[in-house]
């Protein structure tokens, strides 16, 4: 599919984007605050949006997970920690042992995001349409926590601090003691806790773009074409883009098969590899949307009435 040449091309980093869509992010964050702090009338509108660039931050982190936010290991870990991961009390080093095993073993007992889909009825796909749409109402409302902390428990600092690297054992108390001193002097509490509701507010949002990164059976093998058949690629519009798969997470076929590409060429790697043989003989989810189009993941993924009904599709 990708041949060398584009590989290499396609695998050059550019630090200064990174950077400038971190700082991007926290830039929106510190508006939509600032709104809040004029009125609470903005809460409605500064919610989603804080929402969904804390979910922009997490995704952010996973490209440091793979070292894709700077070439030099020790920056790229400290912007994935200090701007990233920390502020949703995440180590990038505790996400990244989990998710290489989930690249390596993708869809198997040995991957561990399988595992707990396997053990966690809420996380155990697909399901009935109308149990969908209750999770999904469930997490707008800040219902679905104990879901999302049978995942989120095995990423963050505190409970995992001996899994955390050395520089994060040093970095995560000078963010931690500068968080809450902004906070405190700066008498930043409203802000904080209106922040909180935000973070709350990405478990809708993680739930549909994370279940919607695979089919939801048993794979047989972990080589290419298995990778084709099992992950989705999501032409997926702006709106949806920019909350529910921001930085091309909606290329995450992409992405399994060369996990080595930053997010910002992902889009690339999609059209060159699209036109290849291989592609179109296996690749079974090119979907319009993950709610919005024809084929949607919501539909295709998500929804089903028996086990394992992507695989009969298929069959
Ligand atoms: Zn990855």
Known sequence: MLDHEDLKKLNVLSPWKSLGDISLIWITIGCSLYLCHESLWFLPLALPVLASRLHAL?????????????????????????????????????????????????????????????????????????????????????????DHMAILKDWQILPNLALASRLEKILFPIFFLGMFSAVYWGGLWKEFIILQFGALLINPLARMRAMSEHAHYESEGTDRVHKLEETPTINAGSFERFFLAPFNTNRHLEHHLYPTIPYYNLERAH???????????????????????????????????GYPVAKKKAA
């Open 271 to 305: 059209e060159i590899i699209r036109k290849s043989e291989t592609y179109q003989s296996h690749a079974r989810y090119e979907l319009d949307g993950y709610f919005l189009g024809k084929r949607t993941s919501f539909r295709e993924i998500l929804v089903g009435d």
């Open 58 to 146: 997490t995704l952010l982190m996973h490209d440091g997970s793979h070292y894709l936010l700077h070439p030099n290991e020790k920056v790229n870990d400290f912007l994935s920690n200090m701007f990233c991961s920390f502020p949703l009390m995440i180590s990038t080093e505790v996400y990244r042992k989990t998710h290489w095993k989930h690249h390596q073993f993708t869809q198997t007992m040995k991957d561990p995001n399988y595992v707990i889909m396997q053990s966690v009825a809420a996380w155990h796909y697909p399901k009935k349409e109308e149990e969908v749409k209750k999770l999904l109402v469930r997490d707008l409302f800040f219902l679905g926590m104990k």
